[in-house]
């Protein structure tokens, strides 16, 4: 019976170090996939998103709204698409899939982005009303 167990959890050590590491490499792709698109970068940059830290300045408003397309969790012509972001945070969220997108439509309403001209900044701006659930929230910027 405990070798069984030892086996369980070796298996599960090895597969969560196994999705980590896919994760990890996805992050690394998406980092370099739209660094190449978005002028400006720097490596300092590149190692802020790498930390989750996404700092409010011209080249990020960029970097975010290209993760955004990218993903297909946003387009310039309708903004958030809060059913894919749903499925893309594995409806894990804590919230049932019709209270997040209520909540988050709420969030995006009050914001007014059809007001904000440069598309960078609106996505940038729309991002703000998933930050928490993405991790995004560190830098202490609301």
Not at 93 to 106: K, L, P, T, Y
Not at 115 to 137: P, T
Request: charged share 25%; hydrophobic share 35%.
């Amino acid at each position: 019976m405990k070798l069984s167990t030892l086996i369980v959890v070796a298996f599960l050590t090895v597969f969560s170090v196994q999705l980590a590491t896919a994760a990890s490499d996805d992050i690394e792709s998406l980092i370099e996939t739209c660094s190449a698109t978005v002028q400006g970068m720097t490596d300092d940059l590149k190692a802020r998103y790498r930390a989750n830290e996404y700092p409010d300045d011209p080249v990020t408003h960029c970097f975010v709204r290209c993760v955004g397309l990218t993903l297909n969790l946003y387009t310039d012509e309708d903004g958030v698409d809060l059913e894919a972001n749903w499925q893309h945070l594995g409806n894990g969220v804590g919230d049932e899939e019709d209270q997040f997108i209520a909540n988050h439509r709420a969030c995006l309403d009050g914001r007014n982005l059809n007001a904000i001209e440069n598309l960078c900044d609106r996505a940038y701006s729309a991002f703000q009303c998933l930050k928490e659930e993405y991790g995004m929230d560190q830098t202490g910027q609301k």
